[in-house]
């Protein structure tokens, strides 16, 4: 028989042997293999999974086996136990067969620590680059960490006399940031499903998945369907939390704990979403910037992830010259581009300003005393470093009073990215800055059509940025469960009025 086993780790005398047995406190704590190696890292080196068990057991640490699966035999010599029973392994030289304690019996079992896709794929460098692992898997192995550590507390909090006593409301509140690693698997997914797709188009990885399956004993499905499973588990938990209220009484003790934990869990699913929104944002702002002639400085997306407004303005210089303008307004910078003079469907980078030094400031229509000049429909921001001072004109009554809304939008939307840790990894923005690049390449400066902007996001504040949960979650709408249902733009068609050269 192939049985597959967790190996965790307990010290003798309560948590006094080696430091990477214990927790923070001290106190007992199980531990994984991995958790092992990342204490002594020739334990990933061949054979090290035995040489750990091994020196576990002859420094007197009491070294135990979880079965994933059955094990019925007929054989005396063999333990027989379930799925879950823990084995404690009392004598490891053997890499097949382990003899082990279950109860009050001492037997061999079998010995496999095939445990999964993932490591089968490490042990075979040839087929599988570090690259193609983290794509495939991204950090499914951080999920199952957090997801042990989750159902211990909800196992602690389950009353087996009594479960309609139960109070499992705190497990979901305390463990609530825990649950935001989800977004980077949950981003990681469509690109984990596209290489899998190339790779099975060779009957050699088709092949070694399968025989994977087999070897682990695991039901009939494919392992895009295994991968899929963490993204359809965060997307459950609202609908059971949701379930669970219906039927808990105001009485009861866990009905205001059960209440949050749904809002929580909401939360939790915006976040996801809003994340994996950011992520198609940046591609295409990636492309815009590619588009643009004469870009100086850093990269957009070095500080940037939206678009909030764009439109035509006339700044005033300090000498009082005005200069028709192009302005991009994106989280944290504010982009000014000019028309080519014969082919207005052409931007050229003028500059950026920094918003989180910047101070907006509204202007009635008449003279200005910074710049001793007659405006209207004006407004201007001032630099709280340098004191200098940036005066724009609308058009239109209208026009002001969008761009003052986007400023304030733009503001409080940084403070919502910072309260709900909105981060883009930097190889995310490389690889969009890279794929931009790439689809632009061969390109001349005379573009053959005005750089289109990326489309403006239209969001709520954050507190009114929660799903609607629907009755059933198909597979294929797994990631629209949360998607925020937004305002339709007015402003992104704006380059569709300048194409006058478009063919």
Known sequence: YWIIFFIFFTSSDGGTEPSALVDDNGSEEDFSYEDLCQASPRYLQPGGEQLAINELISDGNVVCAEALWDHVTMDDQELGFKAGDVIQVLEASNKDWWWGRSEDKEAWFPASFVRGYLRQCRKHTGMFTVAQLATIFGNIEDIYKFQRKFLKDLEKQYNKEEPHLSEIGSCFLQNQEGFAIYSEYCNNHPGACLELANLMKQGKYRHFFEACRLLQQMIDIAI????????????????????????????????????????????????????????????????????????????????????????????????????????????????????????????????????????????????????????????????????????????????????????????????????????????????????????????????????????????????????????????????????????????????????????
């Open 224 to 503: 895009d369907g295994f991968l899929l499973t963490p993204v359809q588990k965060i997307c459950k938990y609202p609908l059971q939390l949701a379930e669970l209220l219906k039927y808990t009484t105001q009485e009861h003790g866990d009905y205001s704990n059960i209440k949050a934990a749904y809002e929580a869990m909401k939360n939790v699913a915006c976040l996801i979403n809003e994340r994996k929104r950011k992520l198609e944002s940046i591609d295409k702002i990636a492309r815009w910037q590619v588009s643009i002639v004469g870009w100086e400085g850093l990269d957009i997306l070095d500080r940037s992830s939206e678009l909030i407004h764009s439109g035509e303005l006339t700044k005033i210089t300090k000498q009082g010259k005005s200069q028709q303008r192009m302005f991009f307004l994106f989280d944290h910078q504010l982009v000014s581009c000019k028309k080519d003079l014969l082919r207005r469907d052409m931007l050229y980078y003028k500059g950026r300003l920094d918003m989180d030094e910047m101070e907006l400031v509204d202007l009635g229509d008449g003279r200005d005393k910074d710049c001793n000049l007659s405006v209207k429909n004006a407004f201007k921001l001032v630099s709280r470093t340098t004191d200098e001072v940036y005066l724009f004109c609308a058009k239109k009554q209208e026009d002001k009073a969008r761009w003052l809304q986007a400023c304030a939008d733009e503001r409080r939307r940084v403070q919502e990215d910072q309260e709900m840790g909105m981060e883009i990894s930097e190889n995310q923005k490389k690889l969009a800055m890279l794929n931009a690049q790439k689809a632009g390449h061969g390109k001349s400066k005379g573009y053959n059509r005005c750089p289109v902007a990326p489309p403006h996001q239209s969001l709520h504040p954050i507190h009114q940025r929660h799903i609607t949960m629907p009755t059933s979650v198909p597979q294929q709408q797994v990631f629209g469960l949360a998607e925020p249902k937004r305002k339709p733009s007015l402003f992104w068609h704006t380059f569709n009025r300048l194409t006058p050269f478009r063919k």
